[in-house]
């Protein structure tokens, strides 16, 4: 469904990704992981298309957006959230789904008329079904600026899902939760596959990442240095030696 070949993205000297390769297939759930720095957050900018890639691909589906827009890259079929929280906050959590809605894909392929023609309706309950299952329906005429920071990160969750995406980009959903908002985060993640969702995972919680990916690549520097199951990967000496000293657990 995604897949990156040969991808980099240099900031004059820096090299933030330096010769990517990774694919994801449909249906996965992938974690991305890495010391701070690896280039986790620019590979999730660089598939988004906030950046301009400096050499190498990025295809999903039969498309390649390696030159694509972030609003193209959405109405693919791309969504994320982002590491540091940005949601409207004058807005309420309602209308800030409502907002996302509108963007859906579907919404764009549905047309002019389908819209029309009960459309409204229909998005109506699609967020809805969001707020249920970020659990802020009691939260729905608050403004998203004066919620809880767990409350948020939900919101942000929900958010990208009223866009109705096939591929879901989460960079570091659990930062800054406490162990129960984390296994919670866990149950809903693991609940997006059951909605037919891909998502990739960009976390330093190590618990949420070996908890529910069924595969992780480890950046550093830059560069993939390990790929396999959650296993594997808390096995791999290479790993451990590049979060050495950084004070994380594998
Ligand atoms: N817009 C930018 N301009 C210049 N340098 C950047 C920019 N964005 C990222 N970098 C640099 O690229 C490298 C990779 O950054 P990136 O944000 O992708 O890391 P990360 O793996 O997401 O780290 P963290 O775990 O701390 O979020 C870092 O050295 C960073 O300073
Ligand atoms: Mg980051």
Redesign the pocket.
């Given at each position: 469904m995604l897949e990156l070949k040969g991808l980099s993205k240099h900031?004059g000297g820096?090299r933030?990704v330096d010769g990517l390769d990774f694919a994801v297939k449909k249906g996965e759930i992938v974690g991305l992981i890495?010391p701070?720095?690896?280039?986790?957050?620019?590979t999730v900018n660089l598939i988004c298309g906030v950046f301009p890639v400096t050499s190498g691909t990025i295809a999903f589906g039969a498309h390649d957006i390696t030159k694509a827009p972030p609003h193209q890259c959405l109405s693919l079929g791309i969504a994320r959230t982002f590491?540091n929280i940005r949601l409207f906050n004058e807005l309420t959590v309602w209308q800030n789904l409502w907002v996302a809605q509108n963007s859906a894909k579907h919404r764009k392929e549905r047309g002019f008329l389908g819209r029309w023609a009960g459309g409204r309706g229909q998005a109506r309950r699609s967020v809805e079904r969001y707020l249920e299952f970020s659990a802020l329906a009691a939260k729905r005429d608050e403004l998203a600026g004066n919620l809880s920071f767990g409350e948020q990160r939900r919101l942000e969750l929900a958010r990208a899902l009223a866009a109705e995406p096939d591929l879901l980009l989460l960079d570091e959903p659990a930062a800054g939760m406490n162990s129960e908002e984390v296994g919670q985060l866990a149950d809903r993640i693991r609940s997006l596959k059951g909605q037919g969702k891909t998502v990739v995972l960009v976390e330093?919680v190590m618990e949420l990442v070996m908890g529910v990916t069924e595969r992780i690549a480890v950046?550093n520097f830059g560069r993939k240095i390990a790929e396999g199951t959650p296993a594997e990967i808390q096995a791999n000496q290479a790993v451990r030696e590049a979060y050495l000293g950084t004070g994380a657990k594998i």
């Open positions: 900031f820096v933030a890495g701070n720095g690896s280039g986790k957050s620019t590491q330093h950046l």
